[in-house]
């Protein structure tokens, strides 16, 4: 769902918006003035927290809100009512999570399935390829879906600090599938697998549910490249004191952000690079072997890096 107060402040803006597919929003485009309304805003954050906007006529087009705003010149006060509800709210959070998230119906527990199921079979030999063993199928409760809307697809859910069910992600276990990545319309700022995280020992930031598999000890997901502002909240104001971040090479901008803004909080920092493989590639022990070879990283090293971009 979207933030109808968002939509309401970007309609005062470009006019009334007309809804399309995944929650863009299609407007008139006020710098080309296009007599179509040729300019899609998406208004709820992509997997980099972003908004995305593009005019099809005169192809402008931005990664978040504020960029947009600015190109049009609105008045002052616009920016501010889109801080509140972009920067302290997170961008577009989905109605507050006024409604619970729910496994889909179609769920069915890999650990209980039937050995003859066809689907179950397939399912659990993609698992096998990913390192994914029984012993992961029943800790993290991974299932699959015959029909509806995940079908053919791993369910892999995660837990609040009191086992209660905060997000799943679903990804196809087709050979070549045409959606691979299927996740609820919900807002992903919480903390996955938080029943897991012991607190009082050092961490492990990755980027998404069978890398936090692999990795195996407290490793947080990040369902993306952003670590969003329950999980960053959590981190600084906990005794942890020491943290890994291993994040994809695509990501490396980012995650040199969070690695100063965690340094500037007084925690060590370890930023974990392997050659453009994920834990899931590599397996647990060579990600250890990583981890116990790393050194914090310093502001001369953390400025040395931003140079190399």
């Known amino acids: 769902m979207v933030n109808q107060l968002l939509v309401s402040l970007v309609n005062s803006v470009l006019g009334s918006g007309k809804p ?5 929003y299609a407007y008139t485009c006020p710098l080309c003035n296009h007599h179509k309304p040729k300019l899609e805003v998406n208004l709820t954050e992509n997997k980099e927290g972003k908004n995305p906007w ?5 192809d402008s087009r931005g990664t978040t809100l504020y960029n947009l705003f600015k190109q049009i010149k609105v008045d002052s ?6 801080s509140s509800l972009v920067i302290n709210s997170k961008s ?3 109605t507050h999570i006024s409604e619970e998230i729910k496994l889909p119906l179609e769920y069915i527990s890999l650990h209980e399935a039937n050995s003859n199921d066809l689907m179950a079979r397939h399912a659990s030999n993609y698992l096998k390829n990913r390192n994914i063993s029984k012993y992961d199928i029943l800790k993290y409760n991974i299932g699959y879906c015959k029909e509806g809307l995940y079908k053919n697809m791993i369910i ?3 837990y609040d600090i009191n086992g209660k069910l905060n997000y799943f992600s679903a990804r196809s276990f087709e050979k070549d599938p045409y959606v691979k990545y299927r996740n609820p319309s919900i807002s992903r700022d919480i903390i996955p697998n938080e029943h897991f995280i012991n607190w009082n020992v050092p961490i492990i930031l990755c980027e998404g549910l069978f890398d936090a598999m692999a990795i195996k000890r407290n490793a947080i997901p990040l369902l993306g490249k952003n670590i969003q502002s329950s999980l960053m909240k959590k981190i600084v104001t906990s005794v942890v004191d020491k943290i890994y971040i ?3 090479k695509d990501a490396i901008k980012q995650a040199l952000k969070f690695c100063e803004k965690l340094m500037t909080e007084c925690k060590e920092v370890h930023l974990i690079q392997m050659d453009g493989k994920d834990p899931s590639e590599i397996g647990f022990e060579n990600v250890l072997k990583y981890l116990h070879t790393s050194k914090p990283l310093t502001f001369h090293n953390l400025m040395e890096l931003k140079l190399e971009l």
């Open 156 to 158: 892999m859910p995660t």
């Open 77 to 82: 006060s616009k920016f501010t009512e889109l």
């Open 20 to 24: 399309t597919a995944r929650n863009n």
């Open 54 to 58: 593009h005019c099809w006529a005169c």
């Open 92 to 94: 577009i959070k989905e």
């Open 246 to 248: 291993i994040l994809d």
